[in-house]
């Protein structure tokens, strides 16, 4: 009798632990459509101020690589700034889930909005985070994937 009322909670507790994963796939791919701008960047320079506990700002410099959407006047070569946050390494060891600070020399995809408090002539190159804690994405290694290829050739259309 143990077991069969063990085996049922087990299996309750699996599924709702699928259903809440399977929530946030979707929420994170919707923010990522709506994000203003989708840009091929390197980090150039992060900037995190010491003792901020377990979520840290995080100022970032990154180069854009290419544009693969944007309504802003972003082009390839240009110098932006980034406002994003991340968690403190011993966060990420007990299983807290969030980014983590990007080391200069990354290079990927970053889904960003207009930073609402930029101001003065580099407003325009001025962001933040458009997905949260999925507003950076890694580019796969190797060669490109048809689904990378048919992105960067629609973006720079």
Request: no cysteine; aromatic share 6%.
């Amino acid at each position: 009798m143990f077991q069969v009322h063990s085996i049922r909670i087990a299996t309750v507790a699996a599924l709702g632990v699928l259903l809440i994963l399977s929530g946030t796939a979707p929420a994170a791919q919707g923010l990522k459509e709506d994000a203003a701008a989708k840009l091929e960047v390197r980090v150039l320079e992060a900037q995190v101020p010491v003792g901020q506990g377990e979520r840290s700002d995080v100022l970032y410099r990154m180069e854009v690589i290419s544009v693969l959407r944007s309504a802003s006047p972003v082009t390839p070569g240009d110098t932006i700034t980034v406002r994003s946050f991340a968690l403190s390494q011993e966060a990420l060891d007990r299983g807290v889930a969030g980014p983590q600070v990007l080391a200069p020399g990354w290079l990927g995809v970053a889904y960003l909005n207009p930073d609402p408090e930029a101001g003065g002539p580099d407003a325009g190159r001025q962001f933040t985070i458009g997905a949260n804690g999925d507003s950076f994405e890694d580019i796969p290694p190797g060669p490109p994937s048809v689904r990378w290829i048919e992105e960067v050739e629609v973006g720079t259309e």
